[in-house]
């Protein structure tokens, strides 16, 4: 007897519990509350659509906006184009009726100048000393002339 030994465990809490209060919950009044918590989650998602809603008609109205925009510059870029075209064209015309010494540069027409100056020159000593049959330099056959008598009326006294 002494190898065997018996022993007992006992617990001290109670394995179920009361209830105190004894009093249930009413049904209704649950049953009203758990529909108005539906209600407002149903009232909460048809905010939400309308919002989405809302935004996705913003969305359209600024893609719209945008697509309208892109025409218009694409339009008013053509018809700067054909305006530039124009211009370039009126321009190409008067360019054509202008002289063509207009586009000399001033150096170069100081030269044809002094050349059509000095071919006049030869001109006309060659027409001069064909007429008075002279060989010799031009400069040298010219005979001095006397200056013209000095009228009186034109004189000044304090001279």
């Known amino acids: 007897a002494d190898n065997f030994s018996v022993t007992r465990y006992h617990i001290s809490e109670p394995f179920v519990d009361r209830e105190v209060d004894g009093e249930q919950p009413d049904a209704r009044v649950a049953a009203e509350e758990e ?12 905010r939400q659509r309308r919002e989405q809603l809302e935004k ?17 510059r694409e339009r008013l870029l ?13 321009r190409r015309q008067i360019v054509a009726q202008m002289p063509p010494q207009i ?9 044809i100048k002094k050349e ?10 060659d027409m ?4 008075m049959k002279m060989e ?7 005979q001095p002339q006397p200056l013209p008598a000095p009228c009186d009326r034109y004189q000044d006294n304090d001279l």
């Open 136 to 142: 010799e330099d031009m400069i040298l056959q010219f």
């Open 56 to 72: 996705a008609h913003l969305r359209g109205t600024y893609a719209l906006k945008k697509v309208h925009l892109a025409q218009d």
């Open 35 to 46: 529909g108005n918590r539906l209600e407002e989650l149903h009232r909460e998602a048809e």
């Open 78 to 90: 053509k018809e700067l184009e054909q305006m530039q075209n124009m211009d370039r064209m009126r």
């Open 116 to 125: 059509w100056q000095r071919e006049l020159e030869f001109a006309f000593e």
């Open 128 to 131: 001069y000393c064909e007429d």
């Open 103 to 111: 586009f000399v540069p001033s150096c170069k027409r100081m030269e």
